[in-house]
């Protein structure tokens, strides 16, 4: 009985979010143009369930680059109407719209002659009656076995919130660069600003002689804690790099080794990356490579040394 009631709601829902494609008419498109053109910001205000939906929808505009604001309809009449400016255009959200916080809301940002986008499953309501642009979300029935609770209708409201979101973002021509510049703490923002300067930094910067003996290698890859060192000449110049891995492959070949030096061990023109470059960038140079480390260079000079464990800590693997 779970899985058929569960299987149940599904099917209804999906059902529901398709036949919202015959809602895609002029209105919208005209509700769209509305809040694209508009100097000010979208308010987007509801009661109830409705209200929970229209902050959701308020998020999803904020992060992809339309200013909007949540008022709740029954804070405005008390209030929070002052919140709404000349040029803003509010979105009214209402299963019904006919709820009576609506009917008095309506009114009252109509005698501010903001335009008003009303989103409702009813075409004959107060709301649809009284907006400037209608975003129909009309149900056959809830989703639950008494069709009482909002399931269905909080289904389609979010969608077309979606819609509504998804279309502004296309006008603007909002781009993966945007995007980063809101989300700045998640994994796309960091591919899109997060630099190899600004984990090489976090580094010790291992580096040894092209003379160094293998005792003094050992010591100072084991102090700085990267797993490699680079080999520079007297002059600063890089000739090459030693990893662990160089370490153990000589192990197994030579017999002998206390005698070996550091160039006799490096492995010659290490792959490096530039210190402006972007850490995705660091990640997909090790990844096509198979290689823990990189050098970084800055003008083609030694800098550093960043680690896969740097990019992982930070969330690009």
Same mark, same amino acid.
């Given at each position: 009985?779970?899985?058929?009631?569960?299987?149940?709601?599904? &099917?209804?829902?999906?059902?529901?979010?398709?036949?919202? $494609?015959?809602?895609?008419?002029?209105? =919208?498109?005209?509700?769209?143009?509305?809040?694209?053109?508009?100097?000010?910001?979208?308010?987007?205000?509801?009661?109830?369930?409705?209200?929970?939906?229209?902050?959701?929808?308020?998020?999803?505009?904020?992060?992809?680059?339309?200013?909007?604001? =949540?008022?709740?309809?029954?804070?405005?009449?008390?209030?929070?109407?002052?919140?709404?400016?000349?040029?803003?255009?509010?979105?009214? @959200?209402?299963?019904?719209?006919?709820?009576? &916080?609506?009917?008095?809301?309506?009114?009252?940002?109509?005698?501010?002659?903001?335009?008003?986008?009303?989103?409702?499953?009813?075409?004959?309501?107060?709301?649809?009656?009284?907006?400037?642009?209608?975003?129909?979300?009309?149900?056959?029935?809830?989703?639950?076995?008494?069709?009482?609770?909002?399931? !269905?209708?909080?289904?389609?409201?979010?969608?077309?919130?979606?819609?509504?979101?998804?279309?502004?973002?296309?006008?603007?021509? =909002? !781009?993966?660069?945007?995007?980063?510049?809101?989300?700045?703490?998640?994994?796309?923002?960091?591919?899109?600003?997060?630099?190899?300067?600004?984990?090489?930094?976090?580094?010790?910067?291992?580096?040894?002689?092209?003379?160094?003996?293998?005792? &003094? @290698?050992?010591?100072?890859? $084991?102090?700085?804690?990267?797993?490699?060192?680079?080999?520079?000449?007297?002059?600063?110049?890089?000739?090459?790099?030693? $990893?662990?891995?160089?370490?153990?492959?000589?192990? $197994?070949?030579?017999? &002998?080794?206390?005698?070996?030096?550091?160039?006799?061990?490096?492995?010659?023109?290490?792959?490096?990356?530039? !210190?402006?470059?972007?850490?995705?960038?660091?990640?997909?140079?090790?990844?096509?490579?198979?290689?823990?480390?990189?050098?970084?260079?800055?003008?083609?000079?030694?800098?550093?040394?960043?680690?896969?464990?740097?990019?992982?800590?930070?969330?690009?693997?």
């Amino acid at each position: 009985m779970i899985k058929e009631i569960a299987i149940k709601t599904i &099917e209804i829902e999906a059902a529901a979010i398709q036949n919202l $494609t015959n809602s895609i008419n002029e209105d =919208f498109v005209n509700a769209v143009t509305c809040i694209f053109e508009s100097k000010g910001r979208l308010i987007v205000t509801g009661i109830g369930k409705s209200a929970i939906i229209g902050q959701k929808i308020v998020a999803t505009l904020n992060s992809t680059g339309t200013p909007s604001i =949540f008022m709740h309809a029954a804070d405005a009449i008390h209030g929070d109407l002052g919140m709404i400016q000349p040029s803003d255009v509010v979105l009214c @959200i209402s299963k019904s719209g006919e709820t009576s &916080e609506v009917k008095v809301l309506i009114p009252l940002i109509k005698n501010l002659k903001n335009r008003i986008v009303g989103m409702v499953a009813n075409d004959q309501s107060y709301l649809a009656q009284q907006a400037d642009f209608t975003l129909l979300t009309p149900i056959e029935q809830e989703a639950d076995p008494n069709n009482l609770a909002p399931t !269905t209708s909080t289904t389609a409201q979010i969608v077309m919130g979606d819609a509504l979101a998804t279309s502004l973002l296309a006008l603007k021509g =909002f !781009t993966p660069k945007d995007f980063a510049k809101f989300h700045p703490g998640g994994t796309l923002g960091k591919q899109m600003y997060l630099r190899v300067n600004d984990l090489v930094i976090k580094n010790e910067v291992p580096t040894v002689l092209l003379n160094t003996s293998l005792r &003094e @290698i050992i010591m100072e890859m $084991t102090s700085k804690r990267l797993g490699a060192t680079a080999v520079l000449d007297k002059k600063n110049q890089l000739h090459g790099m030693i $990893t662990d891995g160089d370490l153990r492959r000589m192990l $197994t070949q030579k017999k &002998e080794v206390a005698h070996l030096l550091a160039k006799d061990i490096m492995t010659q023109k290490p792959k490096t990356i530039e !210190t402006d470059e972007l850490a995705v960038n660091a990640l997909e140079l090790m990844r096509s490579n198979s290689i823990s480390q990189l050098i970084v260079t800055k003008n083609k000079q030694y800098l550093g040394m960043i680690h896969l464990h740097d990019l992982i800590r930070e969330g690009l693997v």
